[in-house]
């Protein structure tokens, strides 16, 4: 995480190294998921940007990323589709 000198209104700043295509926020607002070419998905603290997961599954990049509820939902170039489900995941709650 690198700090957002001069960003009014930035609650976190993410550097993964990689193009993010997509992010979400979790139900709560203490995790967001992002996502992109790189095939990961990495799960953050909102509050302090530290990397808390990375979900690893998809061989393609991944576009579609949404929670529905405790699970999170992506989807990538390949048409694949995964549920994740986060509720017992000792990480991410």
Do not use: F, K, N
């Amino acid at each position: 995480m690198r700090p957002a000198l001069g960003l009014a209104g930035v609650v976190c700043a993410l550097d993964v190294g990689s193009p993010i295509l997509r992010v979400a926020i979790a139900p709560g607002g203490r995790i967001v998921a992002s996502a992109g070419r790189d095939w990961t998905i990495r799960l953050h603290d909102l509050a302090s940007g530290a990397l808390l997961e990375s979900l690893v599954w998809h061989q393609a990049g991944v576009y579609g990323l949404a929670w529905a509820g405790p699970v999170l939902v992506s989807g990538d170039t390949q048409g694949r589709v995964a549920l994740w489900d986060l509720a017992e995941h000792p990480r991410a709650r």
